[in-house]
């Protein structure tokens, strides 16, 4: 069954240095997404990207983070200078062509993101 | 403002105990409603959705959820919990864009 694939599954990185967290999504799919979920608190949409472009971004997706699809099979979220609170689990998505609202976001099994 | 608002932080059943989980959203419209599941280790997979229709649906592992207009809420039920169910529960809405609102998840574990 196709799946949507993330690693590292863990990272540790020191207060101000750049991570890149990468996914790769189901193949035919178009739409990606990045969700955290703080420890103890609700997951939390980051942003959602398709045809090459960020389509929506929460606030807390400010001006450290971005996202690229490098290539056909990778979507990748770079954080560019890492805050303590920045530590969550990540989460990518994606979906299928279609009606957005009740197409089914398949998700990947998430990074924990350290920072110390 | 949408939410979503899971009341239980924390639930623990006997196996073979039925099960309810409660959720409860805001939202103006017709809500896409979902229910994930995330085992330890694991991302979250897709239970059940409702968009409309039938306000009774059935998903995967034996797990059904009740849409309540009146009530907002979308329950999720279980007539008989197995030890495998001992995850956490996401209810969530999705909006027109494709983004999910989470509530902040229910951990349900299954006693002997």
């Known amino acids: 069954e196709p799946e949507v694939t993330q690693t590292p599954s863990h990272q540790v990185t020191q207060m101000g240095q750049e991570v890149i967290l990468r996914c790769v999504p189901i193949?035919?799919?178009?739409?990606f997404y990045w969700y955290r979920q703080i420890l103890g608190q609700k997951v939390e949409f980051l942003v959602s990207?398709?045809?090459?472009?960020?389509?929506?971004k929460s606030e807390i997706f400010d001006d450290q983070f971005s996202v690229e699809r490098p290539d056909g099979s990778n979507f990748t979220l770079k954080i560019r200078s890492t805050k303590l609170e920045d530590s969550a689990m990540y989460f990518c998505?994606?979906?299928?062509?279609?009606?957005?609202?009740?197409?089914?976001?398949?998700f990947g099994q998430g990074t924990r993101l350290t920072v110390v | 403002a949408q939410s979503v608002t899971q009341p239980d932080i924390h639930i623990t059943v006997s196996e073979g105990a039925s099960l309810e989980l409660r959720c409860n959203y805001s939202?103006?419209?017709?809500?896409?409603l979902f229910w994930y599941v995330q085992s330890p280790g694991q991302g979250l997979q897709l239970l059940l959705k409702?968009?409309?229709?039938?306000?009774l649906v059935q998903g995967i592992k034996g797990f059904e959820a009740e849409f309540k207009r009146s009530q907002s809420s979308f329950n999720l039920r279980k007539p008989s919990v197995h030890w495998s169910d001992a995850a956490e529960y996401f209810c969530?809405?999705?909006?027109?864009?494709?983004?999910?609102?989470f509530g902040q998840g229910t951990t349900l574990q299954v006693k002997p």
């Open positions: 193949s035919n799919h178009l739409y």
């Open positions: 990207f398709y045809n090459n472009e960020i389509s929506e």
């Open positions: 409702y968009f409309s229709g039938d306000t």
């Open positions: 998505a994606s979906s299928e062509p279609g009606r957005r609202a009740d197409t089914e976001a398949f």
């Open positions: 969530a809405v999705g909006q027109d864009t494709g983004k999910l609102i």
């Open positions: 939202y103006g419209a017709t809500p896409y």
